[in-house]
């Protein structure tokens, strides 16, 4: 089968891969369309993510629909999904005996395996390839009447979801966004379910800053552009979504006396500055925000309710075009949410 498969930075490949009869407690996928992640572009570029770095060849994508191609020993009960059933992939397969999944915070288990991650050695092999293998608890199969091609931005979704939870209440409150890449469009489209007054989001390019506010921004600025009028009033909440220091810095020196700030976006490895002083001063509340957990199922019933995110898919590319692809999607002045078509050579 073909794959999509990052050897270091730079170096993206799409190579045959065997292909293997789901094991005990597995189920088999034949992917139709997944997303590419900034966790993917970073892994390509850079050969690492914050601190995960590349040490073998892996297969990316974490973001992956399709539907079940056979079903391993264990799961064929009366409760599995059908061959041929279109389903969703949760990435992530916690440890379930940690402190940290025992508590209900699977997302930070420390021995997650998650699909496309070299956070671990030997890598979880990810999900851009004609055909996987996930354990079982791993799938979802897709709510009625909703396509391949909402279900696959579920992933993306959660992440979203588990960051505005991460804040709080945010009913009634105005919140600031910074990135408005994917991420932090979804983070906008969750904001404004969630009942925000106002979410005014910030971005170095015009094309990002028009698809937020395509999916619920009430405001926009260009992050280059301090004295931008749109910078005015209070700030109760702030989404760090780009991953870059100065948005965090933004975040911090924009948020109202006794805020919060949610880190989203993953900074770059090492040491960030941080204005501690600022912090102090006005006691303000720091928290990571890191993946999802039970978010995923609530992501596909919010795609199924209609909730308006289509403005984030923008392009898509045949699984024979990954580079292509990538490079596309690096291009943020005109590119969101870039798809792999699986089925497509």
Known sequence: MQACVVHGAGDLRVEERPAAAPGPGEIAVTVALGGICGSDLHYYHHGRVGDFALNEPMVLGHEVVGHVAALGPGTDGPDGPAVGTAVAVHPATPC??????????????ARTRYLGSAAHTPHVQGGFARLINVPAAQIRRLP??????????????????????????????????????????????ALRHAGAAEIVVSDLFDEPLR???????????????????GWSGDID???EASGAPAGLRTCVERVR????????????PGEVGLLGNVTVTRELDLRGAFR?????????????????????????FPLGQSTAAFAMAQDRTVASKVLLDLSEG
Do not use: M
Request: with cysteine.
């Open 96 to 109: 379930g005996t940690c402190h940290e999944c025992a508590g209900g915070r699977r997302n930070i288990c």
């Open 211 to 229: 698809l937020a506010t395509e999916v619920g921004a009430t405001a926009t600025v260009r992050a280059d552009r301090p004295d931008d009028p």
């Open 237 to 239: 909440i702030a989404v």
């Open 292 to 316: 999802f957990d039970t978010e995923f199922d609530d992501a596909l019933s919010l795609l199924a309710g209609g909730l308006h995110v289509e403005p984030v898919v923008t392009h898509t």
């Open 144 to 189: 009625p009447g909703l396509s391949l091609r909402r279900a696959v931005l579920a992933e993306p979704l959660s992440v979203a979801l588990h960051a505005v939870r991460r804040a709080g209440d945010v009913s009634g409150k105005r919140v600031l966004v910074t990135g408005a890449g994917p991420i932090g469009c979804l983070v906008v489209a």
């Open 257 to 268: 006396r006794g805020g919060t700030v949610v880190l989203l976006g993953l900074l770059p």
